[in-house]
C-alpha cells in the first residue's frame, strides 16, 4: 500500500497519471487553506468534475475500504482534509456537514491563531480555546482526523492530550534534525505517537536540511532516527508535494486574506516562491527511491512497507468512521 | 412499507414518537422552502442534532435499503426533499453537493417561475429553461428525484419527457376532483405516471374537495378513480402534513423573501393561516384510517398496500443511486 498522506497539486490530468504511473494507492489531498465554507464547497465541487472525468484514474475515499477499492481497481484514492479550520467558519455544525462530504484530515490552526488553536507562527500560545475542545469532541465522535501540522507546541500537545482518538502531524520533520519553526520538537512528536497519532515526513523543501538539496540519504536517515525514538508504526510520508503550482498560490497559502502585507512565512524575500524539490523527489513516480533510500538505511522491508503507506491505512481504518463506543 | 413521501412538520420528538405508534417506516421531509445553500445546509445541521439526540426513533435515509434498516430496527427513516431549488441557487455542481448530503427530492419551482422551470402561479409557463435542462440532467445522474408538484402544466409536462428517469408530483390532488390552481389535471398527471412516475396524493385541506370537511370516503374514492386511470402502480401518498407550525411558517412558504406585500396562496385574507387538518388525518397515528378507507372502496389488499408505501419504496429502490448504464 502505497500513500501520500499530504499533497497540494495543481491537479490535472497528467499529475492523475503520474500517480498511477508511480503505483500511489491514496493521496491525502488538501481542499481548503483559508477559504470559508462555501468556497470549500466549491473546491469539492471542482473535484466532483474530476471525479466524473476521470473515473479510471481517480476516485474520492471515506474509508479504508474505498482505498482497498482504489487498489483492486486501479485507481488513486483521493482523501479531502483542509490545512485550516476556516471551513467550519464559526459553526461545530459544518464539522458533520464536511464529513459527510468527505472531510477527514482538519488542521485546528494554520500557522496563526485560529477561534480552534495557536499557529506555530504565533508569539505567545495558550492553548486549545473553549471552541476547540468542543470540535475535538466533534471531530472524535464523527471520525475527522485533528491534524496539528501548522500549529504551536502547547496546542499541538493539548489536543493530543484532549482528543479521544488518535491524532496526527500530517507534514512536517524533526525540530533535532532541521530546526526550521515548523518542524515539530521530540515532545510534540512524542505527545502525538504515544497517543497512537501519526507523524508524517514532509518533502517541502523548507522543511529539509540543506533544502532542495537535501541527500536522499540524509532524509531516509532522519526517518530511521525517528523510528528508533517513536516506534516505526507512527511513522508516515506527507510530502507536502505542492506540484505545478504558480507561486501566486504559495502567497494565497501564506497570506490568505488576514493581511494586506507581504508576509514570506518560510520563503524570504529573496526565496518568496515555492522552492524546488530535491531531485530524488520531482513527482508521484518518484516514490520509489524513498523506499528504496529507507532500505539502504537497514530497516526491513515491513518497516518500509509501513512507513510507505501500510501505516496511514491502518490509521485510517481507526480514525474514519464514528468512534466505537 | 407504511411511508408519507412529504410532511413539513415543526419537529419535536413528541412528533418522532407519533410516527413510531403510527408504524411510520418513512417520510420526505421537506427541509428548504426558499432556503438558500448555506441556509438549506444549516437546516441540514439541525436534523443532524436530531438524529444524534434520537436515534431510538428516527435516522436518515439516502436509499431504499436505509429504509429497511429503519424498519428491521424500529426507526422512521427520515429522506431529504427540497420544494424549490433555491438550494442550488445558480451552480449546478450544488445537486451534487446536496446529492452527498442526503438530498432525494428536489422541486423545479414553487409557485412562481425559477431559473429551471415556471411555478403554477405564473400567468404565463415558457417551459423548461436552458438551465433546467442541465439540472434536470444532472439530477438523472446522481440519483435525485424531479418533483413538480407546484409547477405549471408545460413545466411538468416537458420535465417528464426531458428527464431519462422518472419523475414524481408528491403531494397534490386531481384537478379534475377538486379544481385548485395546485390539483393537477389528467394529461399532467399522465404525462408523469406514463413514464414510470409516482403521483402522491395530499391532505393538505386547500388540496381536499370541501377544504378540512372532506370526508375521507370522498377522499379514498378520489384515489381509486385515479388508480382506475393511471394505474395504481404509480401512486401513493403525499399527506403535506404541517403539524404544529404557527401561521408565520406558512406566510414563509407563500411569501418567501420575493415579495414585500402579503400573498395569501392557497389561502385568502380572511383564511390566511394554516387551515385545520380533516378529522380523519390530524397526525402521524391516523394511517390506518386511510388505509382502511382505501379498502372500503373495494382495493384488495396488495393495491392498498402498494399505495401505502409499496410503491414510493419501489420508486426509491430506482431513483437514489446513480443511473445504472
Redesign the interface.
Known sequence: MLIDNLQYANWSETIFRQMRAGGVDAVHATIAYHEN??ET??N???W??DFERFPDLIMQARSAADVDTAKATGRTAIIFGAQNPSPIED?I??V??LH???LRFMQLSYNNQSLLATGCYEADDPGITRMGRQVIAEMNRVGMVVDMSHSADRSTIEAAEISTRPIAITHANPHVWHPALRNKRDDVIRAVTENGGMFGFSIYPHHLRGGPDCTLQDFCEMIARAAEKFGTAHLGLGTDLCQDQPDSVVEWMRVGRWTKQIDYGEGSANNPGFPPMPDWFKDNRDFGNIAAGLRATGMDEAEVAGIMGGNWYRFYRDSFGPASV
Open positions: 465554507f462555501r464547497v466549491l469539492i465541487e471542482k466532483n468534475r459553526d455544525g459544518l458533520e456537514i459527510t462530504l468527505g
